[in-house]
Nanobody, 130 residues
Framework: QGELVESGGGSVQSGGSLRLSCAAS????????MAWFRQAPGEEREVVAV??????EYAERVKGRFTISQDNVKHTVYLQMNSLKPEDTAMYYC?????????????????????????WGQGTQVTVSS
């Protein structure tokens, strides 16, 4: 079982930017795609962005504002978040998702509860004030 460690969260004003990082260790990248999820208080966890062998997908609410990327040398996945809004406030989780579940954001939002879905990081808090 591998490990994911997120960093880069914090507090920012509306319109600002943050870059989240997710350092992976002990993970066989050929068996997983990488994704960022978020969960706001009282809300369901939802997928934000997916990186799968150079292909990216985004939730509609973040398209054009967020960018996911992966550095294979550093074993790190990034989430660049621009034009942040108060509704982006949430705990952000990095996930190494089993390839069988690397699909559309809608499908991943349905499957993430499975115990075999992914290896999860501990989360990093993002707070956007108006």
């Amino acid at each position: 079982q591998g490990e994911l460690v997120e960093s880069g969260g914090g507090s920012v004003q509306s319109g600002g930017s943050l870059r989240l990082s997710c350092a992976a260790s002990g993970i066989e990248h050929s068996s997983y795609c990488m994704a960022w999820f978020r969960q706001a208080p009282g809300e369901e966890r939802e997928v934000v962005a997916v990186y799968n062998d150079g292909t990216t997908e985004y939730a509609e609410r973040v398209k054009g504002r967020f960018t996911i990327s992966q550095d294979n040398v550093k074993h790190t996945v990034y989430l660049q978040m621009n034009s942040l809004k108060p509704e982006d406030t949430a705990m952000y989780y990095c996930a190494a998702v089993q390839l069988a579940f690397c699909a559309t954001p809608a499908d991943m939002n349905y499957w993430w509860r499975r115990p075999d879905f992914a290896i999860w990081g501990q989360g990093t808090q993002v707070t956007v004030s108006s």
